[in-house]
């Protein structure tokens, strides 16, 4: 499929799909293979309920047998030793790998997860960048000479950590696995990527092209399975050295409590998030404001951790401002995935849908005000549209809970204080949005908003200089940037004295 003309059209891209192949085996020691178990799960298409591929399930000794070879090629040194501007080559040629199986890889996560194929595109083209980005920094961080007396030397060293397990979700299935692979790869790990069980397909793809790359065996390994059995082997694993997670925050506390039942393995947590967009009534376009505040719901079904849930508007404009949101939410219907021209797509799968629903519904039984949506779409497909609750205070259900969908819960308020104290009221701090033209208060809301970053007159803006994570349940890792690097690396003090003393 690589290097093939660019689909353009619905027909484009389902000509593709109907050429499409999956590999389904996990990845172990260089080698796809059958989970020992022998048991597979089933990878379904969410727009169409269509089988996608019967994927190995693996378990606890599948996971013991990858960790013990990543373990003997982290010792083997083949990359963990290997010179930075080597390692870089490699990851480079990664992403070039990608770059030319760009519409594959796209297509692989629409198909697996139901998410529109305009959104899978811009993805890939965010794995791409952090790949590249995360290549490229890794000949250019230096150690450090610390300020000693001349009759020492004294280093501080930056070492790789050893086995990286990275575990991640299904919402932007390979975008958020290489926010992780890419740095752990990086700074010369080895790592074990377990997939969600919702969204495994893009993974092994990767696996196919990282091993193409030259990547050296045992380096890169991949997991198919669920949670609770593969993923929580290698959270458990004393060989493990490293958790690097992005999922619920329920999840991230269980894995915080394998690391202290087994071997203290450092625990990176990108969790949930109830993040809350704040819009004063001196904004000067309400339109393009309004149609922003939809989108950041909007985008990706609301599967997104940094959706903008809570939509906080100044009371004076209050009404007229969710009139305008509801008008932007009509285009953002939900379509085919594979339409180019589809905002949103299908939600992942029906555990995902039913739980969506219950919480609209819950919406209504509270007193929150539904203005638009609300029901599930009829067809195989699982559809939910752009739906809207007016009235929402901060008691109700809807108001506190990540819903994971497209259901935007609209606050009022008066001053600036009270709007600073609802978005803090929250267990969460991923996001947070501003939308202003008063400067004063831009630099007052920013500094007193506890989030892991601050959107000011956009949403979701950023790029790969830029880290990304949260404060408070969001979190306490940073994926993207030097600082993601830095987190997949020990620093080793080296006291050096130049006489024996
Ligand atoms: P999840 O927590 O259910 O699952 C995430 C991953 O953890 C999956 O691979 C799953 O199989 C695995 N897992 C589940 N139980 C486990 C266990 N006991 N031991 C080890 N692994 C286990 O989350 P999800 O439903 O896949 O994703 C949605 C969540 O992810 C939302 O809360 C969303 O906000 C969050 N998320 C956060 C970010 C971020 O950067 N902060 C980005 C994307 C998604």
Redesign the pocket.
Known sequence: MSRTPTPRTLADWQARAAELSFESRAFIDDTFLAAESGDTFESRNPATGELLAQVASCDEPDAARAVAVARRAFADGAWSRLAPGKRKKTLLRLAELMEANKHELALIDTLDMGKPISSSLGDMNGAIACIRYQAECIDKLYGEVAPTGEETLALVLREPIGVVAA??????PLM?TAWKVAPALAAGNSVIL?????SPLSALRLAQLAREAGIPRGVFQVLPG???TV??A??LSMEVDCLA????????K??MQ?AGQSNLKRVYL????KSPNLVFADCKDLDLVASHAAAAIFHNQGE???AGSRLLVENTIRDDFVERVLKAAENMQPGDPLDPDSFMGAIVDEAQHRRILDYIRQGVQEGARLRTGGKAIDGPGLFIPPTVFDGVTPQMTIGRE?I?GPVLAVFGFDTEEEAVAMANDTPYG?AAGLWSQDIDRIMRVTRRLQSGQVFVNNWAGGDQTMP???VKQ??NGR?KSHHSLEEYSELKSVWMSLQPS
């Open positions: 575990i991640v979700p299904w919402n932007f958020m377990k997939p969600s069980e919702k669920f949670g609770h993923g929580k290698l959270a997670f992005t999922g619920s925050t329920a999840v991230g269980q894995l394998y990108e969790c949930g998030g997104v951790c940094i990540e994971f991923l990304f994570g949260g969001s979190g994926d």
